[in-house]
């Protein structure tokens, strides 16, 4: 998982070309999700801490907002490239803002396998040939 996070987020920062797997966009959801719940945690510590919830809650709040403002570039570039995997433009993820079902269509397209070899936006992520090329192999330190 955490691989999947610092691909994400450090090498792929404001990538919107090509594809992703859908491992690679759950896992970033998954940190992402991890680590804000632990923000949250920290706020209510540093409100023990300081005797004062509000002042925890607020310290909290501006880690979790700063983390948030950190990750938007990272999880628009993993939602553009999941959404190219399968076939969707970028744009594509405005289905969201339908009222009801939006959402619900976002989530099962980011749930769908993705084209099975190439599509318009790249080849397919699941036929690396390196990655095939390296089963088997015995990786000395």
């Known amino acids: 998982m955490i691989e999947w996070y610092k691909k994400v987020v450090f090498e792929n920062y404001a990538n919107f070309k090509g594809r992703a797997r859908r491992s690679e966009y759950w896992y970033f959801a998954l940190a992402n999700g991890l680590i804000s719940i632990l923000l949250i945690i920290v706020g209510a510590i540093l409100g ?3 005797g004062d919830a509000i002042t925890g809650g607020i310290i909290g709040y501006i880690l979790f907002a700063l983390y948030t403002f950190a990750t938007i570039i990272p999880g ?7 959404l190219h995997d399968v076939n969707k433009s970028g744009w594509f993820y405005f ?8 959402g619900i269509w976002l989530l099962v397209l980011l749930c769908t396998e993705g084209d099975q070899g190439s599509n318009q936006y790249g080849t397919d992520p699941k036929n690396n040939i390196e990655e095939i090329n390296e089963i088997g192999k015995v990786e000395l330190q």
């Open 95 to 102: 289905v969201a803002l339908i009222p009801f079902v939006g």
């Open 76 to 82: 628009l570039g993993v939602v553009v490239r999941r």
């Open 48 to 50: 023990g801490i300081f």
